[in-house]
């Protein structure tokens, strides 16, 4: 069985779609670059995990030394890249730019150029974003809306990839699968995004800022949903030679609701709140259309929020010891 290479497995999504991989009896390869925009401890525990499993093999290297990850994928010859490692998050592209151009076109021009040159040639799966679809208040968001206002350089340069796929899927015959991630949660999450800062927050008893005065809306997807949704275009055995897909939970929820969730799961009556007005670069609400990603792999999120974030706590709770 040819091996599936990974980009940024010491990552939330990536490590997770690893150990699933794994499970399932997969040969699985790794690369990060173990980067500090967040607590690396956290990705070298979520490694370690990966690391003792029989079929794992970790790279510590960045997609965009050529060299290296060229001489892997010869190596190796993945059957499919799943190419994840970025720089994420939407208010950090506001500070730190350059972060995004290297990481995020310069690392995907890479991906692209090395699967280009690969024998057999890879199917390319790639991360891409809610955020592409701006401020847009069609909601629920459908793949063949137009989306060339983004409201951030993070959501320029996920759009971005999916031109530069579509340029390599017509020139090289490359298949490149995109796929449109709504703010994915769960055990082994982020520390820079909502659920994990509200959740330190109250147990620290410190009041959360909540942007927009609480007027927000997220299609929050469980992990779990997603893994199965990306693991679903890896085995199909037959997907369009360019596509791009949403992958959300298909449920819109408000911000609020998800606070007192959280307040309630972590036992606190009355959540503090300072409420704020919108972040530059911000979208009010995201709300994923999944049918396209159905009809193409059956795929069908099973996991609300009232599921999802007391598996959430749990695990953050027991990560912390708190
Ligand atoms: N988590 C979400 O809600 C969400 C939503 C939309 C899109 N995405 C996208 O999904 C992908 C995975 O997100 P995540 O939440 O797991 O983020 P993450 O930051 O936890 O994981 C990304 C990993 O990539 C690694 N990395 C970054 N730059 C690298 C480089 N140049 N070379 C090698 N490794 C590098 C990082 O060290 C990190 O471990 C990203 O492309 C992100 O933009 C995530």
Partial sequence: MQPILITGTAGFIGFHLARHLLAQGQTVIGVDNFNDYYRVQLKRDRHDQLANSVGYRGYEMDVCDRPR???????????CVVHLAAQAGVRYSLLHPQAYQRANLEGFLNILECCRHARPTPRLIYASSSSVYGGSTVLPFTEDQRVDAPL??????KKANELMAHSYSHLF????????????YGPW?????AMWLFTEAMLQQRAIPVYNYGDMHRDFTYVDDIVAGVTACIQ???LPRCEIFNIGNNRSERLLDLIHLLAQELGIAEPKMDLLPMQDGDVPATYASVERLHA????APTTPIAVGVPKFVRWYRSYHRV
Avoid at 152 to 157: E, I
Wanted: without cysteine.
């Fill in 69 to 79: 990850l060229e001489q892997l994928m010869a190596e190796r010859q993945p059957a």
């Fill in 152 to 157: 951030s350089l993070y959501a320029a340069t």
């Fill in 173 to 184: 015959g490359l298949q490149t699968i995109g796929l449109r991630f709504f703010t994915v």
């Fill in 189 to 193: 999450g982020r520390p820079d995004m």
């Fill in 236 to 238: 199909a055995a037959t």
């Fill in 296 to 299: 193409a792999v059956g795929y």
